[in-house]
């Protein structure tokens, strides 16, 4: 475990580090899959904004390298290796920004995996199990985590941003892992925003199309579509979805975006392709 500036850095697992809370003033906001595409792009952005940022993800170089790259000052930013999977690991990213922290304002719930575009007959179960552990009970767990930060601490409230998806509303072929986990992010979004009502917790959804980053370079190759042919589609600057969570992050607890979506203009979503 180590110190880089005044903040811990180390492990969601092992020791615990002693230390008083830190004292600020700025909002606090996680995210999770921090350490590359979206989630990497949205924790530079908000640690450019001003924020302190607690980074969320399974490798830890690929999280330091995030801080690195936003040029903004480490004491900003606590990095927690995590697998959102696993309860005890987010109960311990949760205890330990409350440590450090002292509060949470905004979770960014963005990490996800994905599993092979196969044959719905051919999908193994423990790979339908894989992207339903992370996508949806990853992100339930680490909602619930921040909605008992949130609601008992002072001044109370927050926010929490569910990446959803274009998924979130229509399926790619062979994605039903995929597919049915999104679907499934937006009840849980809707579940949330109601539950949090009474304690000043605004929740929202963050539905992408084709943003690019390395997990979409497949859209510039050719991807397959609805009737089976094989079809390039256009993508956009991953700078555009930072934008909208920063608005959406930067609302007061009495307005909430229930869900936004944005996605590149021509890609075949609207209509029928």
């Known amino acids: 475990m180590r110190l880089i500036g005044e903040i811990f850095l180390g492990s969601a697992r092992g020791d615990v580090a002693q230390f008083a809370p830190m004292q600020t003033s700025r909002k606090i906001a996680l995210v999770t899959g921090a350490g590359s595409g979206i989630g990497r792009a949205t924790a530079q952005g908000l640690l450019r904004a001003g924020y302190a940022v607690v980074l969320a993800g399974r490798r830890a170089e690929a999280l330091e390298a995030t801080v690195r790259e936003s040029c903004a000052p480490a004491a900003n930013a606590l990095v927690v290796p995590t697998d959102i999977s696993d309860v005890v690991a987010v109960r311990a990213l949760f205890a330990r920004t409350s440590e ?109 199309g084709n943003a690019d980053t390395p997990l979409a370079s497949r859209m510039k190759k050719g991807v397959t579509q609805a009737n089976g042919t094989i079809a390039i589609e256009p993508t956009i600057d991953v700078k555009h979805i930072v934008d909208a969570v920063l608005y959406m992050a930067s609302l007061p607890l009495d307005a909430n975006v229930p869900t936004i979506t944005v996605m590149a203009t021509q890609m075949p979503y609207v209509g029928r392709g």
């Open 100 to 208: 450090t922290f002292g509060r949470l304002d905004v979770l960014f719930n963005n990490a996800g995996v994905n599993a092979p575009g196969v044959p719905f007959e051919e999908l193994p179960l423990e790979r339908w199990r894989e992207v339903i552990d992370t996508n949806l009970t990853g992100a339930f767990l680490c909602a619930q985590e921040a909605f008992r930060l949130m609601k008992f601490q002072s001044p109370r409230g927050g926010r929490i941003i569910n990446n959803g998806s274009i998924s979130a509303h229509v399926p790619r072929p062979n994605s039903a892992a995929y597919t049915a986990a999104k679907h499934a992010i937006t009840g849980l979004t809707k579940s949330v925003s109601l539950d949090g009502r009474a304690f000043d917790i605004a929740c929202g959804q963050i539905d992408i």
